[in-house]
């Protein structure tokens, strides 16, 4: 079964759980869709770094590959798709950390909507705990000092000073 990574939205310091639309779950492994239509997948997950950065290395590549001629810069861009089909999904994870999301699990699931079930059927244990309340300071009263005439008696010594 494929494994899922769960990438909890950033939280400020005064919000309260995030909502459980804004999680996202990326599978590990090959991506077909970054195989095929890689510019296309970019734009969709909204990947503006890595998208630039695929554009500026296909539009090298074809130049390249137009002064050299054959059939080695149609190998070299196959195998560029491959490679990025599977490393798609590592730099959707770099995206992610990168927009302050940070990783809460790992599921196990055949299809999205199972690894989902399995992760939601656990909320309470994965939605952001608020703050445990504090339990109030004990304040210390600083002792007063026995008076003489009240009879306390310090330690060994039967009134305060060490008077016997």
């Not at 490679?83 to 940070?102: D, I, K, M, P, S």
Request: glycine content about 10%.
């Amino acid at each position: 079964m494929p494994l899922y990574t769960v990438h909890a939205p950033p939280t400020l310091p005064g919000d309260g759980a995030p909502d459980p639309m804004d999680y996202v779950f990326v599978k590990e492994g090959f991506s077909w869709p970054a195989f095929f239509i890689a510019e296309l997948w970019l734009l969709f997950r909204r990947m503006w770094i890595v998208f630039f950065a695929y554009i500026i290395v296909a539009v090298v590549v074809t130049a390249l590959g137009e002064r050299t001629g054959g059939p080695l810069p149609g190998l070299f861009l196959a195998l560029a798709h491959f490679v990025f089909a599977l490393e798609g999904n590592q730099l959707r994870r770099w995206t992610l950390r990168r927009r302050g999301y940070r990783l809460v699990d790992v599921v196990e699931g055949g299809r999205l909507y199972e690894a989902e079930l399995r992760f939601f059927l656990d909320w309470p244990e994965h939605a952001p705990q608020p703050p445990a309340p504090q339990p109030p300071k004990p304040t210390v009263v600083p002792p007063s000092q026995p008076s003489a005439e009240s009879g306390e008696v310090v330690g060994l010594f039967p009134a305060p000073g060490g008077q016997s």
